[in-house]
Every structure is written in C-alpha cells, then in structure tokens.
C-alpha cells in the first residue's frame, strides 16, 4: 500500500453506480416482490453494504476504512436498473473503492437471485459518480506577488556551531508549492526575534514562518516575541498542526507555537525540530492559503 502517513483526516463522499439489463416484465415482477426468492431488493442492499465495509479485505492495495455512512438506492428505468451507492467517512484515504464495490456486489446479487428467471440479464456498467475530499478539495491559489520570510531563532545556529535543517526544509515546502522566500537566523533574543518579524513585514511578506523556540527551554522565547508583534491571534492554525503532530509523537503537546496576524501578514511559530516542521507545514499547507482570502472580506466559497 501506499503511506498515507503524512495525508490530514477530512470529510470524504463518494457516489458510484452499476447499471442491469434485464427484460421490463422481469424488473415489474422485482418491484412487486413477485419472484421466487423473495426480497431481491432487501437482500443486495444489505450485501452491498457489507460489501463495502470488506473492500480493504478484497482488494490488496486499498487501506482498511472505518466507514461513518454506506447507503443503497434503486432506480429502475425501462430495461435498466441502477444501484446507487453512497459512501462516507472521516479519513485521510477516499472512499471511491468503497462506493464501487458496494455498487457492484449490490448488482451481482440481484444478478445471482434473478438470473433463473432471464438468461438474457446483465451487469452493463460500474462507474464512479462523484467523490469529495482530500487536499485536493481544498486547493488555494497562491495570490500574485506573494512573498514569505523564513526565520530561524537558534543561538547555535546564530553562531554557526549548528547547522540548520528547519529551516532550509520549509523553504523547500514554499519552493514545492511556488512561493518564494528570504532567509533569516537570529539568536533567542525576544527583541532581536521581534525586529525581524517586524522587518519581515515591512518588507512585503506575507507569511512569516519561524522555527524554534516554541518549547519550554529557558531561551525559548519566539512565542513571546511573536505575542508582542501581531494584532491578533490565530488558535486554530497551531490547534491543527499540534493536533497532527499529537497523533504521531506525545510530545507535540508541548509545543508553544502560535499563528497571527499582522496587517495582511500571516506570521507562524513552527517547532524548531525538523520533524516537527515536517509534519506541522504538512497540517497547515495548502489549506492556510485560504487564511488571505478571508483578509480580503471573503468567506469560504
């Protein structure tokens, strides 16, 4: 299977259908119950339903889903009925899988149970309707001229006895999605840490993002520097990345980072350790994008 390690958990529906052939008189005796192993329609439901939360067992490569909604529908129409399959849950993997094979076993067993009465009878089409979720719902252009500003607040990096990982692997997430991005290091001095955020500002961009000095440390003094700096906070943008990182390491709790904003500048204190960075800018991005929309006076469309 492929890793979904580092995928966020989102809302995920997705619509599939399969389509029968069978002669109209047969279709009429079905809806009527008028055949000779009773309640065809009951039964498919309930094997597609089934089928659906075995899918991860029938085929290899699709990872096991708690499903939260799994629903049959029926639709008859001349020579054709459709089962309608509707699949939901909360998760970092879709759900189309689920909604297809629900779909397809829901058919094969009207097939099975009416199969004595037409020879002639036959599953034409399985396809994907519709499905929602993922990253890729929630793509955010990146606005024109948009310009972001890494700093680093290390005292040994400042110094040079240390290299710095952190930072060079958020500029490299900025580059990955197209934004551009100036590089700073400073000691763990509040003011010196303040002036640069300032000065980032100032200079045009619109996303700040430190690393280091989020954690209890006595020279841990970003979130302090950031305090002084912004208009207003932002709870919800380091609720997510601490939420994400919890799941993985129970050290994540510790973690003091806050997001705010400053004019029309986004400013975020990610943890200084590189895989703190790595799955906190895997929370956040794209999805904080949409934070310079809502600046202009949009809302969520």
């Not at 029938?58 to 639709?75: G, N």
């Not at 909604?99 to 089409?125: F, N």
């Amino acid at each position: 299977m492929r890793s979904i390690t580092k995928k966020i958990e989102t809302l995920r529906r997705a619509e599939a259908q399969t389509t029968l052939k069978a002669k109209p008189e047969i279709w009429e005796r079905l809806k009527a119950n008028d055949v000779p192993k009773k309640d065809v329609l009951a039964i498919a439901r309930c094997a597609g339903i089934l089928a659906a939360k075995k899918t991860a067992d029938l085929i290899p490569y699709c990872h096991p889903l708690l499903l939260d909604f799994v629903s049959i529908e029926f639709v008859f129409e001349g020579e054709t009925l459709a089962v309608h399959a509707v699949a939901e849950t909360v998760a970092k993997t879709g759900v189309e899988m689920e909604a297809l094979t629900a779909s397809s076993l829901a058919a094969l067993t009207v097939y099975d149970m009416l199969k004595p009465l037409d020879e002639s009878i036959e599953i034409m089409s399985t396809r994907l309707l519709s499905k929602t979720g993922g990253k890729s719902c929630f793509k955010e252009r990146i606005p024109s001229g948009f310009k972001a500003a890494v700093i680093v607040t290390s005292d040994s990096t400042f110094k040079g006895t240390r290299s710095d990982r952190s930072g060079k692997l958020i500029q490299e997430k900025l580059m990955s999605l197209g934004i551009e991005s100036s590089y700073t290091v400073v000691p763990d001095e509040s003011p010196v840490i303040a002036k640069a955020i300032e000065e980032s500002c100032k200079g045009g961009a619109q996303l700040v993002l430190t690393t280091g000095g989020t954690g209890l440390g006595p020279r841990d003094v970003t979130v302090e520097a950031t305090t002084a700096v912004i208009d207003r906070e932002i709870p919800g943008v380091m609720e997510a990345a601490r939420s994400h990182g919890q799941r993985r390491t129970p050290y994540a709790m510790l973690s003091r980072g806050l997001a705010g904003q400053k004019g029309k500048t986004l400013i975020v204190n990610l943890p200084g350790s590189s895989k703190g960075v790595e799955e906190s800018l895997d929370a956040l991005f794209p999805s904080i994008l949409h934070a310079y929309k809502m600046m202009k006076g949009f809302g969520h469309d």
